[in-house]
């Protein structure tokens, strides 16, 4: 196991900056997922802990190591690609313990770790199997397996789950767990995917733009986001953002939301935060997973645009012209024709600035 710490890691590729000083420390034995767009750093970061590229600016430290000059083979690191490289022309068997093979220990040894590793990715049908022909879901259980037995105090993941196919993706999630959990190893995942970062890590940390914006768990980034770009990525739907400005009520604080002239109220912690708050204009943000359908004076009065029923829950799709604001329903609840009358839950309201998007938090 291994600790990893990055300081002020900047890398630029000529004029572009790629990463902007990012520091980050990932625990030994956790499970931290880089979770982001497409383009905004994910992987030259991954890169650069690996080895195959060296940062512009900043440190790399394994247990207080500096990696500074140490080549990608001696810092003890396995990785798994999203475009994994299997030799076809082997059985699985032998993919799978090249890389012991190749370190010259004992037959034994190698026998009994490729036989542990093939029956945790439920390979153990397959190992005298040719490697060619098989299906690209069991090749990348393979690379991933390939990697896994060297038992690296680091294992790096880039995107290994992009290329599967769905119900292959829900039953790997589940299984890279139990791996990460049975090695106890410094996990490293990179994911566009924020239900695989949500349900696999023990902490997230969010970029966009070669910035990290927010580290923290599962729950902290969903409940708490540091700002609007967390609340929109993190969830399915993400998180519903109107733009409002703070208006004093005979209720107290309340978000005018323009044009509907409707000014729902916050709760009592929010509203102090926001009265501190130097500017009026804000985003007014709430989960369409919480949500209740009420007639009461402050509900949000919204067209129905869509309602997609997928049996557990519905979606509902709100908005004259488009769908701007989503709600989620537990079940398949009767809804009106027309426009739906409901209300955030007052716990679930955040609030955002809306120039810079910053959360205004409680204290
Ligand atoms: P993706 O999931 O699409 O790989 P990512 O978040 O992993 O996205 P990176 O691959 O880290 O993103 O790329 C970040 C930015 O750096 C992108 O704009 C990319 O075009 C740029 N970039 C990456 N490698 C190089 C390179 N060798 N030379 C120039 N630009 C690069």
Known sequence: MSSIRLENLVKRFG??????????????????????????????????????EQPTEGRILFDRRDMAGVPMGRRG???????YAIFTHMTVRRNLDYGLRMTGRPAAEIRRRTDAIAELLDLTALLDRPSAGLSVNILQRIAIGRSAVMEPAIFLLDEPLSNVDAAFR????????????????????????QLEAMTMADRIAVMDHGELLQVGSPLEVYNAPANTFVARFIGSPGMNLLTGRLVETD?????DLG?????????????????????????YGFRPEQVHLTDEGSALRLPLFLAERIGARTIVHLGSTEDTV???????PALPEGVLSFAPDQA?????DAEDGAAIRTS
């Open 15 to 52: 004029s572009f900056t790629a990463l902007r000083s990012m520091n980050l420390e990932i625990a030994n034995g956790e499970f931290l997922a880089l979770l982001g767009p497409s383009g905004c750093g994910k992987s030259t970061t991954m890169n650069m802990i690996a080895g195959m």
């Open 77 to 83: 690191v396995g990785f798994v690609f999203q475009n």
């Open 170 to 193: 829900a039953v790997m999630r589940t299984e890279l767990k139990a791996l990460q959990r049975r090695f106890g190893q410094t996990m490293v995942y990179v994911t566009h995917d």
């Open 251 to 255: 209720r107290g604080l309340a978000v």
């Open 259 to 283: 044009e509907p002239g409707i000014s729902p109220p916050l709760p009592a912690p929010l509203a102090a935060a926001a009265r501190a708050h130097p500017r009026r204009e804000v985003i």
């Open 326 to 332: 989503r709600a989620v329903f537990q079940g398949n």
């Open 348 to 352: 679930g309201v955040r609030l955002f």
